[in-house]
């Protein structure tokens, strides 16, 4: 374990507690949050305030239960997370508890940045060939 994985764990306890003033003081006040890989409400979040916009969107479409973290991957100042929380939509009851991935880039000491990707093999694949999470701009 590395100081930057300690801090994923210690933010995803925080996050799970609802512990707003702990997860600030781990998250760079210019944290960005991407979110385009959804298909429904694709979104960059942007600074403590989309921090917590994008918590109040995830809270009021789901409930959810405790975070297992499978794995770590660590290149740099970039962690790649591989993680499942189950999931159910609070208005369809559809459930969800697919392995998803979240890339971490650190800055000052704080997650600076997440971005969510599902598809596993080629997040890793990516991150362990120091490629961005998402492919350019056609």
Do not use: C
């Not at 305030?49 to 499978?70: K, N, P, Q």
């Not at 970039?78 to 508890?97: A, D, H, Q, W, Y």
């Not at 969510?116 to 890793?124: G, S």
């Amino acid at each position: 374990m590395s100081a930057q994985t300690d801090l994923l764990d210690l933010l995803t306890e925080r996050w799970e507690r609802d512990d707003r003033a702990g997860v600030e003081a781990l998250v760079h006040p210019d944290v960005e949050i991407d979110m385009t890989i959804r298909v429904m409400n694709p979104e960059v979040y942007r600074g403590y305030e989309g921090l917590w916009r994008y918590a109040g969107d995830v809270h009021s479409e789901w409930e959810y239960g405790r975070t297992e973290i499978h794995r770590y991957l660590e290149r740099g100042d970039e962690v790649l997370m591989i993680r499942t929380t189950p999931m159910r939509g609070r208005l369809s009851g559809v459930e969800f508890s697919d392995p998803v991935a979240q890339r971490y880039r650190f800055r000052d000491g704080r997650v600076a940045q997440m971005t969510l990707l599902t598809d596993m093999e080629r997040a890793i694949a990516d991150f362990e060939a120091g490629r961005p999470p998402h492919p350019p701009a056609e």
